[in-house]
């Protein structure tokens, strides 16, 4: 990456003037223009636009061409930090933009159809039940759940602030599913979440990750790491292409990389690979570590994980000795019943090696001595508000009594469990639920029950810009604009007062997403909260913490002034190898292995992993937009031949996938990249959703996340 700048820099690429010219000379353009650098090509009527693509994550520099009221090309903008790439989603904007499937105006139930109202209608309507629901089962029974494209959105405060001021503590993201468990095992060892410096490792240590289908800008990044005498090594029960090109692949059953990270601790104490001086300086809880990472020594590891201990002591050996290493672990790790304690223990590795706060290692996001609420722990803990701050919530939002520190580190509600609340009113009813940018009839584990469970809803409004299977089971439906028609910010940027206006203009009668929640709330009369006339002028308000939480407030935060802050902003100042915060909240301190309760038997032989994302989709979106839909047309189930043989399976016919919870019907394909135990089942498909397969009362203990990629199953021709 020599002369690129780092990861973290790409997040927080500004564009100037200068680089705006750089931009012009590329495109072959003579002159630009100042400001936001409008500046034509041949036709004088269309206009170049710089932007970001928000379709996922990374956030890259795009210019969009438009003319008149049409978005007519999208390209990768070579001034930008992403230099360029642009995916096929990004280059699909146009087609995402202006397709004819669109919703176009707020849609209203009526018997089995919809049918269309004005825009006050829809409001006063939804506002007049949400009230009733507020006076009949109190406004706890409200939830509020965005999605994707809410991830790093600069609107989570104020829906925050929304559901405050209506007076429940129910606000659920992605988050409930999504990063978030990554975000709190690293905190819980560093105070901080950390990222991984690509350009200065010697080794990368990928694990649960997919660098090449979800982080494509970077991808040719940790490819690389392979060559020029550096180090990738790769753990993933799938061979992907990034494991593929791996000094050393590592494929454990799913559900065991505790018991496999636990392993490498113990070989690299054991055999005294570890940095002894960094140890004693930042780490505490060694001695009662080294004597837990002792239970897994590499016989009973690879009797576990199925990783052959001779793979295991290598991986040990590459790891500490071609140092310094950062890890890039993704949601390949989150998705069991011991994610959070899977993730502390990878991030334990780095601090036994002096990985952390290192260049080449992990680098700390939230830096030392910053205040909670400037430089939050996880990036959801971004809290601050204008006044005036709607009076606090009482109760407990939907999922504290079971997750406590997922609330403690999120300040949300735990998603997972908004079905339980509808069916069984625990731990109290939920009657109304409103969906921005969401589709958990799809994305969400335990499908059918979760079916059932918005039938007894009095009220379900789903914000998209398309009619998504969600969507068409609600009784209101408004249509949301893309990214490209509203404001954006940054990439970074997300609480800094940047809001610039669209790429486009607005589509038909869409609405941006804050302006639907700035008006629902002045027609549910909480408009004195929702003062504003633009989302400049809501980001720009001067703001003063929100929803603090003092009681779990790191160390830094309160120690007397004048002293100086610890290098890790945890209890301890430390890296914590042992948990005072875990033991707090009655977990065991230590991550321990446990085997998990649900495993391969006679009557359902295999593994079930479902969700790991395929080139082609991100999620359920898009796939009614033809340049995305025509790369995959049907989802195939992946299984290897050795399961395949067993299961009376061929390659390319129909199958059927059955676990203890349903069942979907899909292609196979066979392949000996995946372990010879497991299935992979993609997600997304509405016709045949992995989520009829996957348990939604299977959920880490510490982050409430579902058990995805670890469920068993078995495999039957179709
Ligand atoms: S990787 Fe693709 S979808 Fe993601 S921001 Fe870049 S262009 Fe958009």
Known sequence: MTGRRPLRSIWSSRFSRRTLLQAAEVAGVAAAAGGLALYGRNRAADVRTPGICRICTMHCGIVATTRGDRLVRVEGDPASGTRGFICHHGYALREIVHASDRLR?????????????????????????????????????????????????????????????????????????????????????????????????????????????????????????????RTLLVVDPVRTELAAKATLHLAPRPGTDLALALGLAHVIISERLYDPAYVEAHCAGFDDFMVHAALCPPARVERVTSVPRESLLRAAHLFAENGPAATWDGLG??????????????????????????????????????????????????????????PPVAKKSIGYSEHPLYEVFNRQAQGMLFARAMLEDQPYPLRALILIGSNPLVTAPGAARLRQAVEKLSLLVTVDPFLSESASRSDYVLPASTFAEAAVVAAGEDDAKVARSGLVTEQHQSWPDWKIVFELARALGLGKYFPWTSFQE???????????????????????????????????????????????????????????????????????????????????????IPSIASKLTEPCVELHPVAAKAAG??????????????????????????????????????????????????????????????????????
């Open 105 to 229: 105006v707020p849609l209203k139930r009526d018997g089995a159809a919809f049918r269309e109202v004005s825009w006050e209608q829809a409001l006063s309507e939804i506002a007049g039940r949400l009230n009733e629901v507020k006076a009949k089962f109190g406004p706890e029974a409200l939830a509020v759940q965005t999605g994707w494209p809410f991830v790093r959105h600069p609107l989570v405060h104020l829906l925050h602030r929304f559901c405050q001021a209506f007076g429940t503590p129910n606000l659920a993201t992605v988050a409930s599913l999504c990063e978030a468990s990554l975000r709190m095992g690293k905190a819980l060892v560093a105070g901080s979440n950390l990222t991984p410096d690509l350009r200065r490792a010697k080794t990368l240590l990928v694990w649960g990750a997919n660098p090449t289908f979800t982080a494509p800008p970077f991808a040719h990044l940790c490819a690389a790491m392979a060559e020029n005498g």
């Open 333 to 390: 790790v989150e998705h069991h019943e011991n994610g959070v304690e899977t993730v502390r223990a990878i991030t334990m590795l780095s601090a036994l090696c002096g990985y952390l706060d290192v260049p080449g290692g992990g680098q700390l996001v939230r830096k030392p001595g910053a205040r909670f609420w400037d430089e939050p722990l996880p990036q959801l803990y971004r809290l601050g508000t204008p006044e005036p701050v709607p």
């Open 538 to 624: 809501a980001l720009d308000a001067p703001r003063v913490p929100f929803m603090q939480d003092a009681e779990h407030t790191p160390r830094a935060d309160t120690a007397p002034p004048g002293t100086p802050p610890p290098r890790f902003s945890t209890p301890s100042g430390k890296l914590e190898l042992s948990s005072p915060l875990m033991e707090r909240f009655g977990y065991f301190p230590i991550p321990d292995w446990k085997e998990p309760a649900e495993r391969p038997g006679p009557e359902f032989p295999l593994y079930l992993m479902t969700g790991p994302r395929t080139r082609q989709y991100i999620n359920s979106q898009f796939r009614t």
């Open 649 to 718: 399976v061929v390659d390319g016919k129909r199958v059927t996938v059955v676990s203890p919870h349903g069942r979907v019907t899909m292609q196979a394909r066979v392949t000996d990249g995946v372990h010879p135990e497991v299935v992979v089942v993609p997600a997304g498909w509405a016709s045949a959703s992995a989520n009829q397969l996957t348990d939604p009362d299977r959920r880490d203990p510490v982050s409430g996340f579902p058990a995805l990629r670890s469920g068993i199953c078995r495999v039957e021709p179709a």
